[in-house]
């Protein structure tokens, strides 16, 4: 049973719908992300809601790898117990290949995949004193086949999705439980004109399916299940010319 949660990215879009969601489950909250003041206005409609639940705020840059173990354990110690992270912050950069400006990809690494990565770590050594704990990265489907325009992002994913699955493994011994995420689109201020991309849904419903994906123990959650776990399985032996007109 999920009580108590901690979620990185929560003050916009998929991280928070996933904290609604949790709330309206009925598990106490730490939100994460860097502007407080929408974490705030965040936890205090959670509260007005549900008011019996614990909902906490902290501060926090993923690309600072070296403060995410001293947040999640004060996350830790705000709840008492922390049954499961999130690691959900992240950002993209378009068309940004050649156009003499690296700054912005290595800046998507840094937050998508250093950042995501250390955020695992953290929960993993928490976990590990605790005696167990589910640890949630949310990839993308851009892990499965990269998306034209968004190099460095499906890059980002494909290395966390990677580093997912390897740790799954790994800490299963520790009683901890890793688990992968693959959103398609959803509608969100990651990107502007998300609606133009194939099969978006809102964040809500991603959210919903996400977290009843964590409650069932399911170590791969693909979101819509439909039609991405099919074509999961055949975009990435489908010929460039055909992914570069679907994009
Ligand atoms: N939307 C989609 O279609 C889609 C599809 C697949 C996967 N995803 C993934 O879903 C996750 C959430 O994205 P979203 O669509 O919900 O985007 P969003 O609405 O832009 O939310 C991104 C969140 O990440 C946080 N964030 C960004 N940089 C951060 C940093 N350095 N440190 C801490 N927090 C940071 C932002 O908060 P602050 O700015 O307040 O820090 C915000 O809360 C991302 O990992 C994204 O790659 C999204």
Known sequence: MIKSVAITGASSGIGKAIAYEFARRGANLVLLARRLELLQALADDIR?????????????????????????????????????????????????????????????????????????????????????????????????????????????KAGFSSYLDTTRIELKKHGIQVIAVHPGFVKTEIAPNMEKYPFVISAEQAARDIVDGIVKGKSNIIVPALPWSVLGRVIPFMPDAVIEKAF
């Open 48 to 156: 007005a809601q549900y008011p019996a639940l614990q909902v906490h705020c902290l501060a926090l840059d993923v690309a600072q790898t070296e403060t995410l173990y001293p947040t999640l354990e004060q996350a830790q110690s705000l709840l008492g117990h922390l049954d499961c992270v999130i690691a959900n912050a992240g950002i993209t950069g378009v068309n940004k290949t050649g156009a003499g400006d690296f700054s912005r990809d290595q800046q998507i690494i840094q937050v998508n995949l250093v950042g995501g990565m250390a955020t695992i770590d953290a929960a993993a050594r928490l976990f590990r004193q605790q005696g167990g704990g589910t640890a949630v990265g949310i990839s993308s489907v851009s892990a499965f086949r990269g998306i034209p325009g968004s190099a460095a992002y499906s890059a980002s």
